[in-house]
Every structure is written in structure tokens, then in C-alpha cells.
């Protein structure tokens, strides 16, 4: 099947339920994870999701770097226990108040993760971008999300990249990649460079480049969430407070303004009328 072309009129986006064959992976699941963060980019970036996510839906819960075990349902996974690692997942509706070692659906009712995603790497972007895939496909997860950094893959998939896989009722994945940046640091949202993710999930996806380069010359790029409804990106904890921080410095500077004006004005009026006391 060839790809579709996305409904918005000049958008960068493309639609496919293609996935690319792929050379083996030289990674092995069974391998410790710890170390698997192989670059700076590639743990800022987890730690910057991980933050957007617990920041904004507290509702919900999201897990970084973990283990995944689920009982298959269907297909060749029928009945088997699945292990899969996912850099971030985020559960829209799930309480956990302590901290996990793994997550085992089998103890949560054998609840998906809303979204999954992987940022991609030198060692594991052929599995992320095809065995993974089929994986997720056939435990239904919602939406499973994958992008570069940096330039860690082959030339298919150099950034900027982002490829996200959403659920459709007949049990396929609609694939949808965006080769665009919707925007570079500090300016300006381009709306038809946004993954919208309609009902599945309270943001969308879009690709941000990065002022900041990788080895002194290579472009870096970061998976933003944007607002549902405005081209607004979900903040960070840490921009959160400076944003209040700087409203309570102006409404600081309103007081003390209206402070001065009525100061003046008793001012003005002992010198017509004289000492009121």
C-alpha cells in the first residue's frame, strides 16, 4: 500500500501503514539496562518528557527507563509474557503512589500505557523502528512513538524525524511521520507540522530543533507536547515557576505603582488642604 497523504493541504506529514524492513539489531533485550542512555541528548531528552508529563497530567502516571511485562492476547503473542522497554510510557488514568522496579500489568488489571515512546539510538533504532513496533501493535497499545535526536540512524530516518504509530479499530496501526520541524527554538509554531493524536490523548506531538548542537556541528531535536486546542507547548516544571515567578514580579511592580500614585495623590492633597490629622 502506498502512503497517504495527510487531509492538511501543504503539511509535511505523511500517512503509511508501511514499516520499513530492517537490518538486525545489534542490541540485546536481555542486556542490564542501565548504560542503555548513550549520549547526552538521549537522557536529556527522557528526562525532559518524563518531566513535561508528571508536570502537567499528575493524574496520570509516567515511567522512564522500564522493564514492561504484559501477557499477550493475540497473534503469535497469544498467551506469551512480553518484555519490552520503553524509554517513556504514560498512563492517562493510573494511580501508583510508590516507586517500581518494572512495571507488571498483570498487577494493574493489565493496563496498556496510553503512549510509548523511544528515543532512538545507535544500538536499539532498528528494533524501535520494527520488532517494537509489531510488539505494541499486537498488545494494542494506544500510540507508540518514536524520534532522532540527533543523527543515530541510517539515512531513511535522519531528523529531523518523528514516526508515531496510532491504534485503529480494526486492531492496524495508522503510521504517521513528520520530517518537518514544527518549530526551532524560540520561534514560532507551524500548525501543519503537528501530530494530532485527536481523542487518544490531552496533547499532540510536534518536533522542536534546538539551539543547542550535538558533537559542535550536528542539529539536535526534542518531541514536544502541544496543547490540544492552542499552539501552546506544555511547560516544564522548572519553566512553570520562572513563568509564576515573573507574574508575581509584575503584579510586585503593579503594587508598588499604584503604592506611589496614592502616596502622590495624599501628597497633593496636604499641600491644597493641608495636614489632615
Not at 16 to 40: H, M, Q, V, Y
Request: charged share 30%; net charge negative; with cysteine.
Amino acid at each position: 500500500m502506498e502512503p497517504r497523504s495527510h487531509p492538511i493541504e501543504g503539511s509535511e506529514l505523511k500517512r503509511s501503514t508501511r514499516i520499513e524492513n530492517a537490518p538486525p539489531d545489534l542490541f540485546d533485550p536481555d542486556a542490564p539496562r542501565l548504560g542503555r542512555r548513550e549520549s547526552e541528548p538521549h537522557s536529556s531528552e527522557i528526562t525532559y518528557l518524563h518531566d513535561i508529563l508528571t508536570t502537567n497530567f499528575p493524574n496520570g502516571r509516567t515511567m522512564w527507563d522500564l522493564h514492561h511485562y504484559f501477557m499477550g492476547t493475540k497473534g503469535v503473542l497469544k498467551d506469551e509474557k512480553v518484555d519490552i522497554v520503553f524509554d517513556i510510557s504514560f498512563f492517562k488514568d493510573l494511580q501508583i503512589p510508590h516507586t517500581l522496579s518494572s512495571y507488571d500489568a498483570r498487577n494493574y488489571g493489565g493496563k496498556l500505557p496510553d503512549i510509548a515512546i523511544n528515543v532512538l539510538s545507535k544500538s536499539t533504532w532498528r528494533a524501535d523502528l520494527s520488532e517494537h513496533v509489531d510488539t505494541c501493535k499486537n498488545l494494542s497499545i494506544p500510540v507508540y512513538a518514536v524520534f532522532s535526536p540527533y543523527k543515530v540512524t541510517s539515512k531513511v530516518y535522519e531528523p529531523p524525524f518523528l514516526r508515531v504509530f496510532i491504534l485503529e479499530d480494526d486492531g492496524s496501526y495508522d503510521q504517521v511521520d513528520l520530517h518537518e520541524v514544527t518549530l526551532k527554538e524560540g520561534k514560532e509554531i507551524k500548525e501543519k507540522n503537528i501530530i494530532d493524536l485527536e481523542k487518544k490523548l490531552p496533547f499532540r506531538l510536534g518536533l522542536m530543533q534546538m539551539k543547542q548542537l550535538h558533537q559542535g556541528d550536528q542539529p539536535r531535536f526534542r518531541l514536544i507536547l502541544i496543547d490540544p486546542s492552542e499552539p501552546e507547548i506544555f511547560l516544564t516544571r522548572a519553566e512553570k515557576a520562572e513563568v509564576r515567578a515573573e507574574k508575581a514580579e509584575v503584579r510586585a511592580e503593579k503594587a508598588e505603582v499604584r503604592a506611589e500614585k496614592a502616596e502622590e495623590t495624599i501628597e497633593a492633597y496636604r499641600r491644597k488642604y493641608g495636614n489632615l490629622d
